[in-house]
């Protein structure tokens, strides 16, 4: 029964693409200060072509957590299709070469690693909800994606309470519903009198409505063996999700932070925020 939650654990990390952040308070004079400074680096910058992919915002918008909301749906078909000027690859499928992880506490110590996955629904993405606070550059963002099918190969080594577990092979699964705030830390970057958004830090938190699973273990030459870990996964499926959850969102935000630092780093925050 524990092999079966560590096989579910690794296939429920590729599925999710998901505490609110709250803010630290930040004083009047202390925002208009960090506005002015802005301000002031942006009257220096070049002007800048905004590309069509990009719906840019305005800092003094009373409204921003809107605009930010728009600007990242208005993004979908774009990334579906990639960007490569961002050296942004196609979303729709999203290939993932290697997603590794590891869970080192408790009774279940196993180290995981996923390769050549495919993963069909992220394009299908909506931004539900945005809250935003620009002097800090913190940002909370809602999504919900329908469906998401993934598949690719599986490897899980380690030991379950005193029992040592090895098994690889292809896995498949489908989720539904999928709802996930990702919560975005970033940092202003200055390179050549130009200023960017890093982000520092990534986290993300995810429900599923429903999910599927089917795994083909390749190693222990057992049909047996695959046919009772399907059986177990999908009929327990609600509370595999729930236990593995933390170790798997931790996984996903390290991939995607990457990801979306791609683009981040490479347009200027001038081309997406309009200084007033």
Known sequence: MFLLKILSFGILLLGALGQDLIAEDTSPSE???LTTLAENLGAN??????PEYILPCRRSDERIDSCIQKTFNHL???LVKGIPELELPPIEPLNIPQLGMENGQGAVRVSALFSNITAVGPGNYSVG???????????????????????GQYEVAGNVL???????GD???HFGDVAAIARVQGIQEIRDGVRYMRIERLLIDFSLGRARFRVVDQLNGNNVIGQ?????????????IEEMRPAASASIAKHFQGFLNTAFTKV??????HDD
């Open 129 to 151: 909800k945005v809250r935003v606070d620009i002097p800090t550059l913190r940002l909370d963002l809602h999504l919900t994606i329908p469906n998401i099918e993934l598949q």
């Open 76 to 78: 979908r078909p774009y």
């Open 31 to 33: 925002t208009t200060t």
């Open 268 to 273: 200027p925050m001038k081309v997406w925020l």
């Open 228 to 240: 009772a870990m399907n059986q177990f996964l999908n009929q327990n499926a609600k509370e595999i």
């Open 45 to 50: 910058e070049p002007d800048f072509v905004t």
């Open 171 to 173: 896995f498949w699964a």
């Open 162 to 168: 005193l029992f040592p577990i090895q098994s690889q």
